[in-house]
């Protein structure tokens, strides 16, 4: 029994489900089956996993696009592309669609920025594309570029309305400096752009590749042909980088949507639309002036509109001594203008505060050298007696040998290696390398002072009654009365110079008695020399001396001395005093001496030659920027006078520019 029921159990179960199965399934699903021709037979293929057919992949962004817009718009946008009346090809695909729905949909501000300023530049980009026989429609290429921002600037550092990079404004001949960029003047760079154009053509010969060349170098363009072995934009289009591929189909979409604007409209009447207005042309020749001062005497809407109208400015300001600059203003000021005169207008117009000025050279700090003066100093009472005060240095050369250190040549020469590495722009942590050309400065022997006459001493002795000094005259002239003392010598001498030597008394007083500067200084930590110094209006080098330091390290709670000691301040003060009076006195005598002089023949009064101009190398300088400050000379003329076998020149080093 048990053995039935075992066999009958699956038996059963198969009965019941059987049923309830065919009562599930819908009536008329079942599919007829379908008639084939006699010469064919019917497979089933089943999918295998890894198959494209299996699971649909998404399509591009720009196929997506394409799929997206109906077909009325894709036939009429391909209609009015085709249309175009230009030498310049343009193909009409799905990338050139995705980029007219982002130009006429998603960004519509975009394009109602660039239309705004449209008028103001597209009539200069077709005069130089007509001048240089270039097709009109490369007046486009600007939008792309900058969107008609002549500041623009990318953030590989291409600049203005053209983006030119810095090499290739350089080819271009396009002028910067701290002061101008002349990438960011609309007529030099659409001249410029307009020859780089007509160059990439010569190369090329056909106008998509020259977008694709100006967007991503000639050279690169040409190495692309060369190992595909293709010449057209759409041939080489996969083998390009996705800024490029992107830049073709964006310029015919930019053109496509400012050409068709009212058909979409974009244009507006709340949008703000510029024009070119007339301009004048004022000539700065060289003068210090501030745009700022101009536009509040002509009542410009604000300080920055001349700047607007001079986009190549860096700054809003030209110091003195400039190349000759032709500054733009508009014509409405001429009324303005015309109420002051020429000189009274640049007077007007100098910058307020002083402007930045080159870094005069450095000193060095070097052993037998004397501090240079501070405000505890009296001033000289002569340009030249200050001139040869200052300290001189030797430029020196010196080739690396093996195993020599920035200290071991620093010890050779007697500096610091901190002034080696500055003055040959090392590393902290750099190392020589053999034959390393290194450039030294060398402090050359101070010129010793000429000793003080007996009628100076006389002056500056504190001494109760005036002494008589008489003066060693020759046999042959007449003796000349002497002052007796220091009144009378500057009763003697002009009022001028007297005036002179009263004022460095009372400055050598006041230097003496200075008690604005504290006597001492407490090192905290953080502290340096240099900085010490600048907050006081001091020298590192008169902190070295007062304190005796040996180096420039200082430790936290080291005291210093911010004033010389007694003894010094009053060397330097006697030594200032003495100098003044001593010219006071040689003018004082002047007169006796010309009548003392022998007559000399004619022969021997003939004047020595003076020394040719010379001109000290800055760091940038070049001999055609040299050139340029001195009129007359040319790059051919300063090789001649220096000898000099190439263009490369050092800083420090001395050029005659003259002669």
């Known amino acids: 029994m048990m053995k039935l029921l075992r066999f009958?159990?699956?038996?059963?179960?198969?009965?019941?489900?059987?049923?309830?199965?065919?009562?599930?399934?819908?009536?008329?699903?079942?599919?007829?089956?379908?008639?084939?021709?006699?010469?064919?037979?019917l497979t089933a293929l089943p999918l295998l996993p890894d198959s494209l057919a299996a699971a649909p992949v998404a399509p591009d962004s720009a196929k997506l696009a394409w799929l997206r817009t109906p077909p009325e718009l894709r036939d009429l946008v391909g209609d009015r592309v085709s249309c175009f009346d230009t030498d310049v090809p343009h193909?009409?695909?799905?990338?050139?669609?995705?980029?007219?729905?982002?130009?006429?949909?998603?960004?519509?501000?975009?394009?109602?920025?660039?239309?705004?300023?449209?008028?103001?530049?597209f009539p200069l980009f077709e005069k130089y594309l007509a001048k240089y026989n270039l097709p009109l429609d490369l007046k486009y290429l600007a939008v792309v570029e900058s969107a008609l921002i002549p500041t623009a600037k990318s953030r590989v550092g291409a600049t203005g309305l053209w983006q030119f990079m810095g090499p290739t404004a350089n080819d271009l001949r396009l002028h910067r400096d701290d002061w101008v960029d002349e990438r960011m003047d609309p007529e030099k760079a659409t001249e410029a752009a307009c020859k780089h154009l007509r160059y990439l053509y010569r190369v090329f010969g056909d106008w998509e590749m020259v977008l694709a060349a100006y967007n991503w170098g000639a050279g690169n363009m040409q190495r692309v042909v060369k190992r595909t072995g293709k010449k057209t934009y759409w041939e080489v289009h996969n083998s390009l980088p996705a800024e490029t591929r992107n830049y073709v189909p964006t310029f015919t979409a930019i053109m496509y949507a400012m050409k068709y604007a009212k058909e979409h409209q974009l244009h507006a009447p709340t949008l703000n639309y510029q024009y070119a207005q007339a301009m004048d042309t004022l000539q700065l020749g060289g003068r210090p002036f501030d745009l700022t001062r101009l536009a509040q005497a002509i009542g410009a809407p604000d300080s920055l509109a001349l700047l607007r109208l001079n986009p190549e400015l860096r700054k809003p300001y030209l110091p003195a001594g400039y190349r000759p600059y032709i500054l733009k203003v508009p014509a409405s000021a001429r009324p303005a203008l015309a109420v002051a005169s020429r000189e009274a207008l640049f007077d007007y117009c100098r910058p307020l505060a002083d402007l930045p000025r080159p870094l005069a050279p450095r000193l060095v700090a070097l052993s037998g050298i004397m501090p240079l003066p501070g405000r505890n100093l009296a001033v000289s009472s002569s340009a030249a007696a200050a001139a040869a005060a200052e300290p001189r240095f030797e430029r020196l050369r010196h080739t690396v040998k093996r195993g020599e250190t920035v200290n071991s040549v620093a010890a050779r020469y007697k500096?610091?290696?901190?002034?080696?590495?500055?003055?040959?722009?090392?590393?902290?942590?750099?190392?020589?390398?053999?034959?390393?050309?290194?450039?030294?400065?060398?402090?050359?022997?101070?010129?010793?002072?000429?000793?003080?006459?007996?009628?100076?001493?006389?002056?500056?002795?504190?001494?109760?009654?005036?002494?008589?000094?008489?003066?060693?005259?020759?046999?042959?002239?007449?003796?000349a009365t002497e002052p007796d003392s220091t009144t009378e010598m500057l009763a003697r001498v002009p009022a001028k110079q007297a005036a002179e030597v009263r004022r460095t008394v009372a400055a050598v007083s006041a230097a003496?008695?200075?008690?604005?500067?504290p006597n001492r200084y407490v090192v905290k930590p953080g502290d340096f020399l240099e900085k010490i110094a600048t907050a006081n209006d001091l020298t590192v080098a008169q902190l070295k001396a007062w304190n005796q330091l040996g180096s420039y390290v200082l430790q936290p709670g080291q005291e210093l001395m911010l004033k010389a000691p007694p003894e010094a301040a009053a060397n330097e003060a006697v030594a200032d005093l003495t100098e003044a009076t001593r010219n006071v006195a040689a003018a004082a005598q002047a007169p006796v001496r010309r009548a003392a002089r022998p007559a000399t023949p004619a022969a021997a009064s003939v004047a020595l030659p003076s020394a040719p101009p010379l001109h000290l190398v800055q760091p940038g300088d070049t001999l055609y920027n040299i050139s340029r400050r001195y009129q007359g000379l040319t790059v051919q003329r300063l090789r001649e006078l220096n000898n000099l076998k190439s263009d490369a020149v050092q800083p420090g080093q001395k050029l005659v520019v003259g002669g």
């Open 91 to 121: 193909v009409f695909n799905n990338h050139v669609m995705s980029f007219v729905k982002l130009f006429t949909e998603r960004q519509r501000g975009y394009t109602q920025r660039v239309l705004e300023r449209e008028n103001l530049y």
């Open 8 to 41: 009958a159990a699956p038996v059963l179960l198969a009965c019941t489900l059987v049923p309830a199965a065919r009562a599930q399934v819908r009536p008329g699903a079942s599919k007829a089956p379908i008639a084939l021709p006699s010469d064919s037979v």
């Open 512 to 517: 003496t008695d200075n008690a604005t500067v």
């Open 415 to 479: 500096v610091s290696p901190a002034q080696v590495r500055r003055w040959n722009k090392l590393g902290s942590g750099a190392s020589l390398a053999g034959r390393q050309q290194l450039v030294l400065f060398r402090a050359l022997p101070a010129v010793a002072e000429p000793t003080a006459t007996a009628s100076v001493a006389a002056v500056i002795r504190p001494a109760a009654a005036p002494t008589r000094v008489a003066a060693t005259k020759a046999a042959s002239v007449a003796p």
